[in-house]
């Protein structure tokens, strides 16, 4: 029986698929965002707000119903480098007529060596809505940090059980990262379909 320790949260990988807003499910065309190279990810979380029905002559608590799911702003955080895809894709949607153009992220836990996946969940239909740069002063040695705020529509939970590797048919690479030269390239553009040139 495996025991059951607890996972840490270091080990973990972050993918993006091509997600048009006129297909329910992602493409398998993967998008190599900053070759899936993150420090801190925080935000996956989904808050249900039940509907409080007040009847007469109860007097002992409310009747409580299932009512609307809202899902929480994930925030990435990465290292400032010169890769620049994270404000590639936040100016896309947000200057360059790229508003339908959606991407569904999969983050996965991996085990404390780097081994098989532990949990996986995917994030549907991801918008970015806030990129931050880094602070910069002359008298902080600290590296600089950029992050982007991801909005989306559903979030779910990829069972292991399911198929969930990461073999090459799965939407993260064999290695569990993406190579160096796996990146919007310095003249990325928009095409007419409203997507990256990669």
């Known amino acids: ?6 996972i840490v949260a270091f080990r973990f ?27 801190e990810c925080s935000g996956i979380e989904a808050t249900m707000d039940p ?16 009512g609307k799911v809202t899902f929480g702003t994930v925030v990435l955080k990465r290292g400032l480098t010169s890769n620049q895809d994270l ?13 339908s153009y959606r991407l569904a992220a999969v983050l996965t836990v991996l085990g404390p060596d780097g081994g098989p996946v532990k949990w996986a969940w995917q994030l549907n239909h991801c918008m970015p809505i806030k990129f931050k740069a880094p602070d910069l002063t002359a008298t902080s ?22 198929g969930l590797s990461l073999s090459a048919s799965a939407s993260i690479s064999g290695s569990a990262s993406f190579s160096a030269s ?17």
């Open 13 to 39: 990988h972050v993918a993006f698929n091509e997600a048009p807003l006129t297909s329910a499910v992602a493409s398998p065309k993967i998008v190599p965002m900053c070759s899936g190279s993150f420090s």
């Open 87 to 99: 404000w590639r894709w936040f100016e896309l949607v947000n200057r360059r007529a790229g508003a």
């Open 1 to 6: 029986m495996e025991a059951m320790s607890p």
């Open 182 to 198: 796996a990146s919007f390239s310095a003249s990325a553009s928009i095409s007419g379909s409203g997507s990256f040139s990669i």
């Open 141 to 162: 040695a600290q590296v600089a940090v950029e992050e982007l705020h991801l909005v989306h529509e559903g979030l779910q939970l990829v069972e292991a059980a399911a």
């Open 51 to 66: 509907k409080i029905i007040k009847e007469g002559g109860r007097n002992y608590g409310d009747a409580q119903r299932v």
